[in-house]
């Protein structure tokens, strides 16, 4: 079996699935500091009640981020450490893409690649937060950003860009969009629940684990759009190192 860690946000998770990238028993909760005393007591509970050693797992996946610093941590420390220990694959997923996952649809050849999907949000702190553009295929279309809603959502509408928001932020700030968008047409926000990461995070690490592209446990890192400003200057310049294959 996969187990699969998000720790991408307050709401994290852990989940246990099949080859095929099917859930079959799931830990949900919402954290108010880094995960650190839900994550590992989940993980044990999930692997007792399906009667599962650790060693008997087939790989670990984990969403990488953006999110909060430590909580990014916590999840991918403890994924890299019950890989180190097991001895199985680890993979991870970029949570911007998992956001995105449910919308995306790359297997149809009608979509010409990189037709526009979904925006994907999270949020990054400060009343900020980090979006993704992608296309139809899962491909980026342009590069990742922080900024405000308000500017997000200008920039978005100066452009023949997606308008369709979806992950956790977008669905929060929902009375905000639709405050921007007003009367016009074709704006969509998508329901969202912890469940839509994690349960997208199992899919993709199945496809990933059956084509044999695990990633390497001693350079795997989270993705973040930029650093902690404790004990440091204030920068908001995005943080490249990190970030996973879109695909």
């Known amino acids: 079996m996969l187990l699969s860690i998000d720790t991408s946000s307050r709401y994290g998770g852990a989940a246990l699935s099949g080859s095929d990238g099917q859930v079959v028993e799931a830990r949900m909760w919402r954290s108010t500091a880094n995960h650190t005393a839900q994550l590992m007591p989940a993980v044990t509970e999930l692997l007792a009640a399906r009667g599962v050693r650790a060693a008997e797992l087939t790989g670990v996946a984990v969403a990488l981020g953006p999110g909060p610093f430590s909580a990014l941590r916590v999840g991918v420390s403890a994924a890299k450490g019950l890989a180190m220990a097991g001895g199985f694959p680890i993979i991870g997923a970029d949570t911007l893409l998992l956001e995105a996952w449910r919308y995306l649809d790359p297997a149809t050849p009608a979509k010409p690649p990189g037709q526009l999907g979904p925006v994907s949000w999270l949020e990054a702190g400060r009343n900020e937060v980090a979006a993704g553009i992608f296309g139809s295929d899962g491909k ?47 704006y969509f926000v998508m329901p969202w629940t912890p469940a839509d990461r994690l349960w997208a995070l199992a899919e993709v690490a199945a496809r990933r684990l059956e084509a044999d592209q695990s990633d390497d446990l001693t350079t795997l890192q989270p993705y973040y759009l930029r650093m902690p400003t404790i004990g440091a200057p204030r920068r908001r310049d995005p943080v490249r190192q990190g970030r996973p294959s879109s695909q």
């Open 140 to 186: 980026r279309l342009r590069e990742d950003r922080v900024a405000s809603p308000a500017e997000l959502l200008q920039q978005d509408a100066e452009g023949p860009l997606a308008t369709l928001y979806c992950g956790e932020a977008a669905w929060a700030r929902r009375d905000e969009i639709a405050s921007f968008v007003g009367d016009r047409s074709g």
